[in-house]
């Protein structure tokens, strides 16, 4: 199966209230790991692909690697820009062969941030291409994106609609409380600007920062509205995790396919209950 733009994946979502989980590929172990978890459970997914990810990888290896994962397992998979800065960037992927991808405005005026958008989502929509916009910054640090809590800012749910209604975008992300990365305590997510914003727009609401997010909350998410959740970090910690322990355990180890399995495995087991928790299950 070819890779599928989000409108395959993200109407369905939010008209069955379950979300959609976006997975960031950052190499070989983690697009192996992902797509053999939603092998098993039969779960549509994103491939999410930051900046930084692109440039570690490479554009042709990432393509190549979510055209196999497709090709393999026949799932209806997206693969999509995640925080792309600029139309130049979201043209260098579509043409490359991503399925979709995320135009982040978010640190332009709400005004500019509107004018770009409209840009990435004319020309993308052109190419079939799905795009994700985003409203008000989320804290926490992704890459060479930092935003310390005192920057970041939640989204105002008029703007939020006058966003969609002018951008026409395929999903919004918008801050409502989470942030990239793992959390010092628990987040602070307020369901009232997503169940707002939800209720307002027929696209579903992205929730960035995934990571570290208690089950219930992403339960209360979903139901408030959120169709799309972005993880990355808690599969970075397990993959870490794995490979610190096997090196631990055997100094001589020098094989790399001798830590990277293990790391592998761990995160198959991190995104298999992601993908459980949002519901997406048996919906390939
Ligand atoms: P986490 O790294 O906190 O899971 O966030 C991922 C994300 O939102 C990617 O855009």
């Not at 989980?21 to 994103?46: C, H, R, T, W, Y």
């Not at 994700?132 to 926490?140: D, R």
């Not at 610190?244 to 790391?263: F, G, H, S, V």
Request: net charge negative; glycine share 8%.
């Amino acid at each position: 199966m070819p890779l599928v733009s989000m409108n395959e994946l993200l109407p369905k979502a939010k008209a069955n209230k379950y979300a959609v989980g976006q997975f960031n590929m950052n190499n070989l172990e983690f697009a192996q790991a992902i797509v053999d978890a939603a092998e098993e459970l039969k779960s549509p997914f994103i491939y999410g692909v930051s900046e930084g990810a692109l440039k570690y990888m490479g554009i042709e290896f990432t393509v190549a690697l979510a055209e196999a994962a497709a090709k393999k397992s026949g799932l209806p998979i997206a693969l999509h820009l995640d925080h792309g800065s600029s139309f130049e960037v979201a043209m260098k992927c579509i043409r490359a062969g991503f399925s979709s991808v995320m135009f982040d405005g978010s640190h332009h005026s709400f005004e500019e941030n509107i004018r770009l958008t409209k840009e990435v989502v004319k020309a993308a929509r052109a190419m079939g291409v799905s795009v994700e916009g985003e409203l008000g910054t989320i804290g926490g640090v992704e890459d060479d994106i930092s935003v310390d809590e005192e920057n970041a800012s939640l989204a105002k749910p008029e703007e939020a609609i006058r966003f969609y209604e002018e951008t026409g975008v395929d999903c919004l992300a918008i801050a409502v409380g989470t942030a990239h990365g793992m959390y010092a305590g628990e987040p602070n997510i307020r369901f009232d600007i997503i169940q707002k914003v939800s209720s307002a727009i027929p696209v579903p609401v992205v929730l960035h920062g995934g990571s570290g997010v208690p089950d219930e909350m992403i339960r209360q998410a979903i139901a408030a509205g959120v169709g799309k959740i972005n993880v990355n970090t808690e599969n970075q910690v397990a993959c870490t995790d794995a490979i610190r322990e096997a090196l631990n355990k055997d100094a001589k180890i020098y094989d790399p396919r001798k830590y990277l399995t293990p790391a592998r495995k761990a995160m198959v087991e991190v995104v298999k209950s992601k993908i459980q928790l949002f519901g997406s299950s048996n919906q390939a």
